[in-house]
């Protein structure tokens, strides 16, 4: 008789609970003895409020977890994130303040000239900061993420919310990802957009130093490495995350755009701003490579067909080649599958399915002489790849890349072969829904790969953390988060070798902890 279970809605688009102090889990099996540190995720976990709900998953208010490895044991807890956003719906019991996919009024009864007030003090808004993307590091100070210009400063180990800061204050930003790079130094390297900068929109990388002797915010020091023209004024391309080698910034410029206009109007025309994101299939892609030290950008073009993507792998350079991987969609609908409505269907309707992820590799060879070879010219002399780099008649090169594997998405890798070559990479397999149901080891030298999979389980994005006499690039284990739909088995946090990619400890939380989106692993300090 199989065992009782609960559906996919009350698993994924219930409302989570706090568990605010730290609550040890049951381990069964061996968690290494070295493995010391605290594993930090964010993601929705508060879907309504009041008679009042959520209409995308990526709208639900951000609920922080933490899992603490300390001499074979583990301890769980978990906050909502106290944003400004939080504490104005919860007074409110209702929710009021707008979101990418759910649209809010603070005040219903308001008459025409206040709703005319609150448009044009909405124009180009001061977005929520209900921050539910991820935990980034500036300096010593860490911050729940997403992508807009506030982010909110929290305690680690205690997961209290220590206030909201604006990236307004420090650089010109209306929106910057939550997936910066961390150099061997302890510097953070991120990107935004500014729409309304003076000289018209621009793409804006940026430098967090490490924190100095003085112990002053990192963000203080906040440099700025360069800016890229936006190629279409009205139309700054999305990007969730960018790629980074040791000398180079990459850049990709999607046919994935956010139409300003209608995001200047949205407020008055009741439209929310993920309703203002537009995907143009018959544009291309343009790949914007920028050297890390001089901020300058190489000048020839290098472009490729339209595609949507969210997610970098890795980037590195291999003779006079630099190679960056990408997980990329034929079209923009992964987002239409994270409305509540979807969400909450059993199974995909015939002709509704979305495109799935594809990682694929793109080369770019950045020490070519384009003088001397004729042009339909494959530059490209790497000999583990099919991706190519295809001279054109006006000087610049177009890209087809390399399908490395089908399926998988929110991908990680050890984070020691950032910027470097790796041969492996790891992430949540995805068959044919936003649901995931394995956890996938790839190797990108061999092309096969490894999975780990238990019924009725949902595991989260998979973390590796290498293991302190690590040899090779896999010695370490995979974290992750996985909830339950049978109701007799607990959520876990599942410990595979990473090598093997067998299981050797699962913690079984007796708490309620929901599917989250990204996180890091903060290691304990000897």
Known sequence: MAEPAQNIESAFCRNGKETPEPLRAEVTG?????????????GPGLFSVGDTSYNHWFDGMSLIHSFTFKDGEVHYR??????????KNIAANRIVVTEFGTMAYPDPCKNIFSKAFTYLLNTIPNFTDNNLVNIIRYGEDYY??????????????????????????????????????????????????????????????????????????ALKKLEQVCSIPVRSNLYPSYFHSFGMTENYIIFVEQAFKLDVIRLATAYFRGETWGRCLKYDKDDVTLFHLIDRKTGKAVDTKFYGDAFVFFHHINAYEENGHVVFDLITYKDASLYDMFYMENMKKEVQEEGKTVPPPVSQRFVIPINA???????????????????????????????????LFEGLELP???????????????????DWSPKITKVTK??????????????????SEPVFVASPDAVDEDDGVILSSVVSLNLKKHTFMLVLDAKTFKEIARASINASVHLDLHGLFIHEKS
Not at 179 to 190: A, I, R, V
Not at 412 to 430: A, Q
């Open 144 to 217: 729940a993420a997403s992508e807009i210009n506030f982010i909110n400063q929290i305690n680690p180990s205690t997961l209290e919310t220590v206030g909201r800061v604006n990236y307004k204050n420090h650089i010109a930003l209306n929106l910057a990802t939550a997936h910066p790079h961390y150099d061997e130094e302890g510097n953070t390297y991120n990107m935004g957009t500014s729409i309304m900068a003076m000289t018209g929109p621009k793409y804006v990388i940026f430098k967090v130093p490490a924190t100095d002797k003085e112990k002053q915010p």
């Open 30 to 42: 061996t968690i290494p003895s070295w493995l010391q540190g605290t594993l930090l995720r964010n």
């Open 412 to 430: 990680g890798i050890n984070y020691k072969y950032n910027t470097k070559k790796h041969r492996y990479f790891y992430g949540s397999r995805i």
């Open 78 to 87: 978990s906050k909502f994130l106290k944003s400004e956003t939080y504490k």
């Open 369 to 403: 002489d384009l003088k001397e070879v004729p042009v339909g010219t494959n530059l490209v002399k790497l000999q583990d790849t099919s991706a190519t780099a295809v001279l054109q008649k006006d000087g610049s090169l177009f890209l087809t890349p390399d399908s």
């Open 442 to 459: 790839v190797d990108a030298v061999t092309r096969t790969y490894m999975e780990w999979t238990e019924e009725d389980c949902y595991p």
